[in-house]
T-cell receptor
Framework: DAMVIQNPRYQVTQFGKPVTLSCSQTLNHNVMYWYQQKSSQAPKLLFHYYDKDFNNEADTPDNFQSRRPNTSFCFLDIRSPGLGDAAMYLC????????????FGDGTRLSIL | AQKVTQAQTEISVVEKEDVTLDCVYETRDTTYYLFWYKQPPSGELVFLIRRNSFDEQNEISGRYSWNFQKSTSSFNFTITASQVVDSAVYFCALSGLSGSARQLTFGSGTQLTVLP
């Protein structure tokens, strides 16, 4: 049973056209993360939520925004996608207690035309 | 600052061979956690193991085993009798206890290809 669900699996958008990626979880975890992963690279953390507290990584472009309306859902908004934003976007969750492992979704592969 | 080094970018083996993936880490924390994740071609990151810095016991799970050596700051992963389904990118990762150190610091990954 999928516990971290990302939709859609593949997303194609046009240069400069806003796009939203979604993530939902059934684990009731406090912490949710968004990562960007480019080909042959490790995942790069964009931001995370601890409950409703939003934490942005220092080098995350302003073009990337996130929303977490409730515990189960988290969204990644890319306001004006550029060609360099084409990547796999991974959502992950973690229980807030201790250093439990992060649980990842299947990812959304974003292409920019 | 934390750092994870996976020096092997790509490894190819023939099915049924044993293979070891190396991971070396750096941290100033005395308490930390180490992880291995598998990323098959489909893209999802699959959690394999978590180990805390106070537990140096090696672990075996089926064909997988992990060798944690604090003295050399290494947390190596061995697959015994490899299978084609083991083909994936494997990431070693490290996290500390507090603040930004609780985030995962990933190594660059090792692409393992198991040939039939």
């Amino acid at each position: 049973d999928a516990m971290v669900i990302q939709n859609p699996r593949y997303q194609v958008t046009q240069f400069g056209k806003p796009v939203t990626l979604s993530c939902s979880q059934t684990l009731n975890h406090n912490v949710m993360y968004w990562y960007q992963q480019k080909s042959s690279q490790a995942p790069k953390l964009l931001f995370h939520y601890y409950d409703k507290d939003f934490n942005n990584e220092a080098d995350t472009p302003d073009n990337f925004q996130s929303r977490r309306p409730n515990t189960s859902f988290c969204f990644l908004d890319i306001r004006s996608p550029g060609l360099g934003d084409a990547a796999m976007y991974l959502c992950a969750t973690r229980s807030g207690a201790g250093n439990q492992p992060q649980h990842f979704g299947d990812g959304t592969r974003l292409s920019i035309l | 600052a934390q750092k994870v080094t996976q020096a092997q970018t790509e490894i190819s083996v023939v099915e049924k061979e044993d293979v070891t993936l190396d991971c070396v880490y750096e941290t100033r924390d005395t308490t930390y956690y180490l992880f291995w994740y598998k990323q098959p071609p489909s893209g999802e990151l699959v959690f394999l193991i978590r180990r805390n810095s106070f537990d140096e016991q090696n672990e075996i799970s089926g064909r997988y085993s992990w060798n944690f050596q604090k003295s050399t700051s290494s947390f190596n992963f061995t697959i015994t009798a490899s299978q084609v389904v083991d083909s994936a990118v494997y990431f070693c990762a490290l996290s500390g206890l507090s603040g930004s150190a609780r985030q995962l610091t990933f190594g660059s990954g090792t692409q393992l290809t198991v040939l039939p």
